[in-house]
C-alpha cells in the first residue's frame, strides 16, 4: 500500500495505553478513553445480544448486523470474534453472521493496519480487512462458522440501504450528536426502523435525550443503555420491547420534560411530550 497516512484522522493515545483515532476536524476521538476494544464488548456486543442471536440453533438464516460508521472496525472484529467463539462453543450450532460495514472515510482504518502494535486487536485479523479494504468483501467458513462482511463506502444514507439484507442488529457508531446532529434525526431512525427485521435491535453510545426521544418518535422501543467507566449511561433501542434489559420510564420523562434540548433538529416539537408519553406510559 502506498501512503498509509490519513489526512483526516491522527492517533490518539489513551492513559490505559490503548489508541484511537481522532477527528482532525472536530478534534473528536473515535472512542472513549476505555479504548476501542473494551468500548466494540460493552456497548456494542453484549447489549445487543449478539452472542444469543447468533446461538438461535433453530433459525437457518444467517443473522444480519449493520455496522454504521466502521471506523477501525472494533466493533465489526468484535462481531467476527464473537461469532466465532459462539461456532466453537460446546453447542457447536450457530447461525452464519452477514456483516454490512458502512463508512465514507477509510483512510484511519488503512493508517490502523500500517500500526498494527497501537491496534492489538487488527493484528489477528490484518488479512480480512486488507481484503475487505481491497475487494469490498471478506467470505470465511473456517471452524464452521460462516461469515460475509461486506463493505459500503459513502455517505450512509445516501446509500441504496433499501436494497441490503434487513438487520437484526445494528451497531449505531457515528461521531457524537453534537458535532454531527445530522446522523441523528427522526427522520433517519425512522427509515432504518422501517428497514430492520423484526425484533431487531439497535445500540449507541448517545444517552442524549433528543436522540431517545427521535428513537421513540421513529417507533423504536428505546431503553437504558450499559455505563462503561468513561460513559454513565447509553442506549438500546428496539423493535421489540422484551430486548430491552431497562427500558426508558417515568425517570426518563421526567427528564424529558426538564430538558433544554428535548428534540431533534427535524422534530418541530409539536405534540412531542404528549405522543412520548402515550408511548411510554401503558407500561
Ligand atoms: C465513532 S467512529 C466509528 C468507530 C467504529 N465503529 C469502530 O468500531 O472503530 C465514526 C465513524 O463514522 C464515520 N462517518 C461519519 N459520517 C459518516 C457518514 N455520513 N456516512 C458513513 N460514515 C460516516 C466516520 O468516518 C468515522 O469513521
Redesign the pocket.
Known amino acids: 500500500m502506498a501512503n498509509a497516512t490519513s489526512d ?2 491522527e492517533p490518539v493515545i489513551f492513559d490505559n495505553g490503548t489508541t ?2 481522532r ?1 482532525l476536524a472536530t478534534g ?4 472513549s478513553r476505555i479504548g ?1 476494544w473494551a ?2 464488548q460493552a456497548l ?1 456486543i453484549v447489549p445487543s445480544g449478539l452472542r444469543e442471536r447468533l446461538s438461535e440453533g433453530s433459525v437457518s438464516a444467517p443473522l444480519v448486523v449493520w ?12 462481531a467476527i470474534q464473537c461469532a466465532r467463539a459462539v461456532s466453537g462453543g460446546s453447542s457447536g450450532a450457530a447461525r452464519g453472521l452477514t456483516l454490512l460495514s ?4 477509510l483512510s ?2 488503512r493508517q490502523a493496519l500500517e500500526e498494527l502494535a497501537r491496534f492489538p486487536y487488527l493484528a489477528e485479523f490484518e488479512g480480512p480487512v486488507g481484503e475487505l479494504l481491497s475487494s469490498r468483501e471478506w467470505r470465511s467458513s473456517e471452524g464452521g462458522c460462516e461469515i460475509n462482511w461486506r463493505l459500503f463506502e ?6 441504496g440501504l433499501e436494497s441490503l439484507p434487513k438487520p437484526d442488529i445494528i ?1 449505531y ?4 450528536p453534537k458535532t ?1 446532529p ?2 441523528w434525526t427522526y427522520k433517519g431512525f425512522e427509515r432504518l426502523f422501517k428497514l430492520s427485521a423484526p425484533g431487531a435491535t439497535m445500540c449507541t453510545y448517545s444517552a442524549a435525550t433528543w436522540v431517545r426521544s427521535a428513537l421513540l418518535l421513529a417507533g423504536f422501543h428505546v431503553g437504558y443503555g450499559p455505563m462503561t467507566d468513561a460513559k454513565m449511561e447509553s442506549t438500546v433501542a428496539s423493535l421489540s420491547r422484551e430486548n430491552l434489559a431497562r427500558p426508558l420510564d417515568q425517570r426518563w420523562l421526567d427528564r424529558l420534560g426538564r430538558s433544554g434540548r428535548p428534540w431533534p433538529d427535524d422534530w418541530d416539537g409539536e405534540d412531542g411530550l404528549k405522543r412520548i408519553a402515550e408511548i411510554l406510559r401503558p407500561f
Open positions: 483526516t484522522h484511537s483515532m477527528d473528536e476521538a473515535m472512542h476501542p468500548e466494540a456494542h455496522d454504521v460508521g466502521l471506523g477501525i472496525a472494533a466493533n465489526a472484529l468484535a458502512f463508512e465514507r472515510d484511519p482504518l459513502g455517505d450512509f444514507f445516501s446509500l451497531f457508531d457515528f461521531y457524537s454531527a445530522h446522523l
